[in-house]
């Protein structure tokens, strides 16, 4: 066999490729990123940029699965199930619906919590260091509630959080409304993380790709990727530019990773959970922080260059279109909380898959199998906020360095 063209293949410019591609070029390895439309054309879009430690608890936790149900039948409900045939999504659904209990609620958040905490950390540094310019913002996020039950259930659920190292500060109605201007009369109340963080995602993968490119990283656009074959020495990939060949390849594929890595005879449960937003240009009244109006699950998020409202989680595969009815439930929510709940103009109305795994924690590590191929996918909800630990993490495994946490809870192994 020839020597390898490439040290190590990125497949993937979305913010996982990018992160991973960044942390192994500062490793010393060489890296050439492969992707097939343009650098963040994926979920690392137009998502919602909250960088959120308190997110830590997964989507399973008890009492999910009933809602769910009630929730299949409200086309317009921010978590949404298109009934149909595809046994892939119901066996996804059935190892999900198992782990709604309490047990695997405080193993996935605890591993979660790792990821995401080294992670908010990495990437304050990585804006200074790399003077990223991507509107980061390191001020806290809210939960916003309107209806009092649901509030005192997050009031309680945060003493929980605290055990996980994450803090928070509680507002009544009229506190929140003296403090937060934005909101209008009658919320229940709000619940401040202070840790949580945010920036303009597409932003933020531009910058990823202009250091990757100022460290010696090769970027090819518009490169699919259609096959990809381990040798002994490396791996052999086919792209529609011909082929590649690495001593190590990444495959970074968010909600594409499934189908793509069949061909290596690996079953990996990723299902595409799609969200929509809106992206306006600013309103000439924002809220200070960004927001989830936790009765709609609504994400509001503003930078100085524009507003946008997301969210939804709708289980329909791999399905490209822009459902009118998901987007107005964007806008109707924001209308029951935000004194301008959109802004002047629309610029951009836009839906993203992000890869879903039913526990709720990406794929780290080398793939079962294959000595020179590495899995970094399944970030689900939050691929942004767990970028950097990602990309270090990777780098760390691949170099053989000792990881700064445990790489135990996020190995591929897991789903074999
Ligand atoms: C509405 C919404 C809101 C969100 N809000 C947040 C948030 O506030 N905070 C947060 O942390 N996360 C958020 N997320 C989740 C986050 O967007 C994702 O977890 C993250 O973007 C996943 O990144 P990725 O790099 O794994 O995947 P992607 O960004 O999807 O990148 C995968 C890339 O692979 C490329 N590709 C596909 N097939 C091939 C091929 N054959 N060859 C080469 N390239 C290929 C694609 O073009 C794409 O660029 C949100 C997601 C959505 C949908």
């Known amino acids: 066999m020839n020597?390898?063209?490439?040290?190590?293949?990125?497949?993937?410019?979305?913010?996982?490729?990018?992160?991973?591609?960044?942390?192994?070029?500062?490793?010393?390895?060489?890296?050439?990123?492969?992707?097939?439309?343009?650098?963040?054309?994926?979920?690392?879009?137009?998502?919602?940029?909250?960088?959120?430690?308190?997110?830590?608890?997964?989507?399973?936790?008890p009492g999910v699965v009933a809602q769910a149900l009630r929730?299949?039948?409200?086309?317009?409900?921010?978590l949404y199930l298109k009934p149909r045939f595809d046994p892939a999504l119901w066996r996804w659904l059935l190892h999900f619906a198992a782990r709604c209990n309490l047990r695997s609620w405080r193993q996935s958040t605890q591993a979660r919590s790792v990821l995401l905490e080294d992670s908010r950390a990495r990437l304050a540094e990585w804006v200074q260091r790399h003077a990223l310019d991507c509107e980061f913002v390191e001020e806290g996020l809210d939960y916003v509630f309107r209806d009092a039950r649901r509030f005192r259930h997050y009031v309680d659920e945060c003493a929980a959080l605290r055990e996980f190292g994450i803090d928070s500060q509680v507002f009544d109605g009229s506190a929140y409304e003296r403090e937060e201007p934005a909101v209008l009369p009658g919320m229940a109340g709000a619940i401040r993380f202070p840790g949580d963080a945010r920036l303009r995602p597409d932003r933020y993968v531009a910058e990823l790709a202009r250091v990757v490119r100022g460290k010696g990283g090769r970027i090819e656009e518009q490169c699919r990727v259609e096959g990809i074959r381990s040798l002994p020495d490396g791996v052999l990939v086919e792209t529609a530019n011909g082929q590649r060949r690495g001593r190590d390849v990444v495959i970074a594929l968010g909600a594409w990773t499934p189908a793509f890595v069949r061909s290596l005879d690996l079953r990996v449960p990723i299902q595409p959970g799609k969200g929509y937003s809106i992206t306006y240009s600013r309103p000439s009244v924002v809220p200070r922080h960004a927001m989830v109006l936790k009765d709609r699950s609504v994400c509001?998020?503003?930078?100085?260059?524009?507003?946008?409202?997301?969210?939804?989680?709708?289980?329909?595969?791999?399905?490209?279109?822009?459902?009118?009815?998901?987007?107005?439930?964007?806008?109707?929510?924001?209308?029951?909380?935000?004194?301008?709940?959109?802004?002047?103009?629309?610029?951009?109305?836009?839906?993203?898959?992000?890869?879903?795994?039913w526990d709720d924690l990406p794929l780290l590590g080398r793939a079962p199998g294959h000595r020179h191929v590495w899995l970094a996918a399944g970030h689900g909800m939050l691929g942004i906020s767990m970028s950097a630990a990602t990309g270090q993490l990777m780098a760390d495994l691949i170099t053989d360095r000792k990881p700064a946490f445990d790489p135990t809870p996020y190995r591929p192994e897991r789903f074999s």
């Open 3 to 61: 020597f390898p063209h490439d040290d190590v293949l990125v497949i993937g410019g979305g913010a996982i490729g990018l992160a991973t591609a960044l942390a192994l070029l500062e490793a010393g390895r060489g890296v050439r990123v492969l992707e097939s439309a343009a650098v963040g054309g994926g979920a690392s879009h137009g998502n919602c940029g909250t960088i959120t430690p308190s997110h830590a608890p997964p989507l399973a936790a």
């Open 71 to 78: 929730w299949m039948f409200t086309p317009d409900a921010p």
């Open 300 to 357: 509001v998020t503003v930078w100085d260059s524009g507003f946008r409202l997301g969210s939804t989680m709708e289980f329909s595969g791999h399905d490209g279109t822009l459902n009118p009815t998901r987007l107005a439930a964007l806008e109707r929510g924001a209308r029951e909380y935000l004194r301008e709940p959109v802004g002047p103009q629309a610029h951009e109305r836009w839906y993203g898959w992000r890869p879903m795994t």
